[in-house]
């Protein structure tokens, strides 16, 4: 039976951020949104744990987006918001980590809103703070660093790479999404702009899924490290001093390697 539209209640969408991957970190607000839905449009990113709390009979449309494969046209999931919520839905758009991290739910809430529709926004936990934390791994400590940059690796066409430079002087942890595909021009940027070889660093593909992996090494070997172990998007970099913080970087080789640099 088709959804009338109510004209009492204005068209609404509801961005929500279905966190990392493990469903036990979807946040109460984000799994009664998700309940609540009647159409999902689900990221890929988005694991079957966390579509489980969709209500029977909702309809799930999977609009992929991953960096390096072919995606949803982004014009086009704005389109579909759009025309379901105005048919009378209750549209959730449902997005792996958080919208408003690399989430592009800007870009959708500026759509959304210049169509007439209320934007509602949940926010989800981001990989580059669950990732490292799932290793004991704290991206701030300040034994080891002030402040925590989250960039992304992926240079979009026409568009300024970040400014690794800087980065390498800023002292502050950085948690690269998106930087496998580059990253041995990305360390080669950092070493160039003075950060030391021995900085220590880690990969973490999967984050909080179980299908985790992850590696520590230091920064000299991190391009050396993601191609021998096959790491792939959806990934992360992290590179500072933090990083020693882990459990295992004490409990690895790696401590030694650095020691004798």
Not at 104 to 125: M, N, P, Q, T
Not at 176 to 181: L, N
Not at 232 to 256: E, T
Request: proline share 7%; hydrophobic share 45%.
């Amino acid at each position: 039976m088709k959804r009338m539209p109510d004209p009492s209640k204005p068209p609404t969408v509801t961005l929500v951020g279905a966190g990392p991957g493990d469903p036990d970190l979807l946040t109460i607000r984000a799994v009664k949104a998700i309940r609540r839905a009647t159409v999902l449009l689900a990221d890929d990113l988005v694991s079957d744990g966390v579509l489980r709390y969709a209500r029977k009979g909702a309809r799930i449309v999977h609009v992929g987006k991953r960096g390096g494969c072919a995606s949803t046209p982004q014009e086009f999931i704005h389109r579909l918001m759009v025309a379901q919520a105005k048919a009378g839905e209750r549209v959730v758009r449902l997005k792996g980590g958080d919208p408003f991290v690399f989430g592009r739910g800007g870009e959708e809430c500026d759509a959304l809103r210049e169509a007439g529709i209320d934007v509602e926004v949940v926010s989800g936990l981001t990989a580059g703070i669950a990732g490292p934390a799932s290793i004991g791994l704290p991206v701030t400590d300040r034994r080891h660093a002030r402040g925590v940059a989250l960039v992304t690796g992926h240079q979009q066409h026409g568009r300024e790479a970040p400014d690794w430079a800087a980065l390498a002087r800023s002292g502050l942890t950085l948690v690269i999404y998106m930087g496998v595909a580059r990253c041995a021009q990305i360390v080669a940027e950092l070493v160039a702009a003075g950060l030391p070889p021995a900085t220590p660093a880690a990969v973490i593909s999967n984050a909080c899924s179980a299908d985790q992996r992850q590696a520590l090494c230091t920064l000299a070997m991190l391009p050396e490290t993601v191609e021998a172990g096959g790491f792939a998007s959806p990934a992360l970099l992290v590179i500072g001093d933090v990083v020693c913080a882990a459990p295992a970087w004490g409990a690895s080789d790696v401590a030694l390697a650095v020691a004798a640099i």
